[in-house]
């Protein structure tokens, strides 16, 4: 009875595997999801067989995301997947092999294994549905979600070791090399902040801001004069006509024909973005992150096609001519 | 349940045989297959260029890719977008900001052109800690119709900036 117990625990604990593997993998994703910050050491390079084995270790590959620990639990996880799907393929053809070449007494051991292994598995499957019936948060694995700090609380880049794209106790960043342009100068503070703040490279979003507006951040589209006239009655009437539909601002947050505004929740704001909200540079690097930072992550990291999502909207199709300036001033970024 | 085990007990085995080799051939396989070499995302989020993938320095890749945006956005426009101009104005020396200025005031309404630049063609000329010229050939398109072009990058170090001082397009 003991053995038997015993048996069923060791097939109970390689089915969990597999089950735990299957609540995980939405983790999975996450775990690959943000970018990295551009204050990070090179991220060690892995080829032939070295890239396999990649994949499980546990060593850290980025210094600054502050994610580590989950990236490498879910490390973990994958292992254990692969490591549970082995062990149960190993004991059901075991208990077949017992089972067709063991003679009578074989042929018990089979069927007592192959039935160990079935109880293991309704005893797991059971007490999930029963963890999920109860609250669904309990079969859940969550990432620790790095604390999200504003520029000023943070240390001196020295401090910590940065060289270069270190966000400063006064909000300056340090560029730690040839800056971009004056235009993007007065904003990089804020890049910083909500790229930070949203999981993205400031890199990305700051040729986001470039493509989209030049860093202009009354910019509109359609049509031209391509600057929305602040000057225009009190309160404001901007020189914008509903009818058309525009991109406004610094990250160029569409409104559509026929509407005022644009709803603020893909864009992590509970009311709707007017004209004058998204002409205040703040208010449009936080939406335009907000949002950017979702189609990163949707499209797991894949800039291009993250760009392709921003310009044209999910699935887009943009010019591929429009695509290549984005990466364009993407490469620039990181090489100043 | 076992009855069926027992009847086609050959069948199962030779097909256990088959599913164990089987496995084994596409383990072997993928072992030894050639895997491409793979580093990070970052590497798969930059542009293929050949010169990005040379041993030059940063600041040279940075100056190359700076001449190759500028020219796109210079020979980028129409009356109803020319956000390459203006991206050209912001990163332009006093004197070709109102270059660029001019050509914006003078734009007819029907202009649209496009620009774009063979990146393997950029070249690297004059280098100084102060000034450098990049070089390269592209594509102009205007109302359909292709041209060859050869645009030459004057930039200039102001303080901590490099400036566009002077883009030429030779036909």
Not at chain 1, 87 to 103: D, E, I, N, Q, R
Not at chain 1, 146 to 171: H, M, R, Y
Not at chain 1, 216 to 228: C, H, L, Q, T
Not at chain 2, 87 to 109: G, H, L, R, S, Y
Request: charge should be neutral; hydrophobic fraction near 40%.
């Amino acid at each position: 009875m003991n053995r038997r117990l015993g048996r069923i625990s060791v097939l109970a604990f390689l089915v969990g595997q597999i089950l735990l593997g299957q609540v995980s993998l939405a983790q999975v994703s996450l775990a690959q999801g943000p970018l990295k910050p551009t204050n990070s050491t090179a991220p060690p390079t892995y080829s032939g067989v070295d890239s396999s084995i990649a994949q499980y270790l546990c060593a850290p590959d980025n210094l600054s995301t502050g994610a580590v620990l989950y990236e490498c639990i879910s490390k973990v996880y994958r292992f254990g997947i692969a490591f549970g799907a082995i062990a149960l393929v190993f004991f059901v053809v075991l208990a077949g092999y017992f089972y067709m070449v063991g003679g009578e007494t074989g042929k018990e051991k089979g069927k007592s294994i192959f039935k160990s292994a079935l109880t293991g598995m309704a005893i797991i499957l059971s007490s999930y549905v029963l963890l999920n019936f109860i609250n669904p948060d309990l079969v859940k694995i969550k990432p620790i979600q790095p604390p999200i700090f504003s520029a000023a609380d943070l240390p001196k880049c020295e401090d910590v070791g940065f060289q270069s794209g270190c966000v400063l106790p006064n909000g300056q960043v340090h560029g730690g090399g040839v800056a971009g342009s004056a235009a993007e100068a007065q904003y990089k503070p804020l890049i910083a902040k909500y790229a930070q703040a949203k999981g993205l490279e400031y890199c990305a979003l700051s040729a986001l801001i470039q493509k989209e507006s030049t860093f202009i951040y009354n910019n509109v589209s359609n049509p031209p004069p391509d600057r929305v006239n602040t000057s225009i009655g009190s309160p404001p009437s901007y020189n914008v006509t509903f009818s058309s539909g525009h991109g406004i601002g610094l990250t160029q947050v569409y409104i559509y024909p026929g509407n005022s505004s644009r709803p603020g929740g893909e864009f992590g704001f509970s009311k709707p973005l007017t004209v004058q909200d998204l002409i205040n540079p703040e208010t449009s690097i936080s939406a335009g992150a907000h949002f950017f930072g979702t189609l990163v992550r949707e499209r797991r990291n894949n800039l291009r096609q993250a760009y392709d999502d921003y310009q044209a909207g999910r699935g887009g199709n943009s010019d591929p001519a429009t695509l290549d300036k984005y990466m364009d001033m993407y490469a620039a970024c990181k090489r100043r | 349940m076992f009855e069926f085990f027992e009847q086609h007990k050959k069948l199962i085995l030779a097909l256990a045989i088959a599913v164990v080799l089987g496995m084994t051939a596409i383990l072997i396989f993928l072992t030894v297959r050639q895997q491409p070499a793979t580093n990070n995302t970052e590497t798969v989020n930059e542009p293929a260029y050949s010169f990005l993938q040379e041993d030059i320095s940063q600041q040279d890749q940075y100056l190359m890719l700076l001449g190759k945006i500028v020219t796109e956005g210079y020979g980028t426009y129409s009356k109803s977008d020319y956000r390459g101009l203006l991206d050209v104005q912001n990163q332009a020396t006093e004197q070709f900001k109102a270059t660029v200025q001019q050509q914006i005031n003078t734009m007819p309404a029907t202009k649209n052109v496009s620009t774009v630049v063979d990146a393997e063609t950029i070249k690297l000329e004059n280098t100084s800690s102060s000034s450098a010229t990049v070089r390269m050939r592209g594509i102009s398109t205007e109302a359909g119709k292709q041209q060859s072009i050869t645009s030459t990058v004057n930039l200039v170090k102001e303080g901590e900036y490099w400036l566009v001082d002077n883009i030429t397009f030779a036909k």
